[in-house]
């Protein structure tokens, strides 16, 4: 069955320094998204990407953050210069884009970053 | 936005089947009812949805209740790997997870 994968699975920074989350979402699919989840906490989303632009964001995802999508299979999330609240457990997810009945997101494993 | 209402934590004796439920009484016509499962710091996990009609696939059952004002989701022979945080969610372009229910599974 396809799956949502991403790496690093943890990532360990200073805080100051760049990091990048990387996701493969399902081949088909056209909608991505990013959420985090901070230790004891909400998954709460962070932004959404369709057609190679950013469709929706939180207030989280400030202009420290940005999002890519390199190639046909790569979807990227940058973090400009990490800060100690940006720990977390970072989520990638993917939907097709279509009929409602298709409207199912699919998360991946997560990536635990921790800034020191 | 549809809001959701779930208990916050159930408990079910292994083996039995675990009910589920979810209020989400300002639900519009055309918005389906998604259940989603976090097994501790693992990915949100997909499981089911529904629009009026009860749903049944591998992992678990969806009543829904004909006026859509209420949903319950049934795990017909709970296991322990079962235990996670369950949510109901009726919007799903941009998914906002509430409290959720944690399920404990007891031996």
């Known amino acids: 069955e396809p799956e949502v994968t991403q790496t690093p699975s943890h990532q360990v920074t200073q805080m100051g320094q760049e990091v990048i989350l990387r996701c493969v979402p399902i081949s088909n699919h056209l909608y991505f998204y990013w959420y985090r989840q901070i230790l004891g906490q909400k998954v709460e989303f962070l932004v959404s990407?369709?057609?190679?632009?950013?469709?929706?964001k939180s207030e989280i995802f400030d202009d420290q953050f940005s999002v890519e999508r390199p190639d046909g299979s790569n979807f990227t999330l940058k973090i400009r210069s990490t800060k100690l609240e940006d720990s977390a457990m970072y989520f990638c997810?993917?939907?097709?884009?279509?009929?409602?009945?298709?409207?199912?997101?699919?998360f991946g494993p997560g990536t635990r970053l921790l800034v020191l | 936005d549809a809001k959701t209402t779930q208990p916050t934590s159930m408990d079910c004796a292994e083996g039995r089947a675990a009910n589920l439920p979810c209020n989400h009484s300002?639900?519009?016509?055309?918005?389906?009812v998604y259940w989603y499962r976090q097994i501790h710091s693992q990915g949100p996990q997909y499981i089911i949805h529904?629009?009026?009609n009860n749903e049944t696939n591998e992992m678990a059952s969806l009543i829904i209740t004909e006026d859509r004002k209420s949903s319950t989701l049934i795990l017909p022979h709970a296991t322990l790997r079962d235990t996670a945080v369950y949510y109901c969610?009726?919007?799903?372009?941009?998914?906002?997870f509430g409290k959720g229910t944690r399920l404990h599974i007891l031996p």
């Open positions: 529904g629009l009026k």
């Open positions: 990407f369709y057609n190679n632009e950013i469709s929706e």
């Open positions: 969610i009726v919007r799903v372009d941009k998914i906002i």
């Open positions: 997810a993917s939907r097709i884009l279509g009929l409602a009945e298709q409207e199912t997101q699919y």
């Open positions: 300002t639900i519009s016509g055309n918005e389906y």
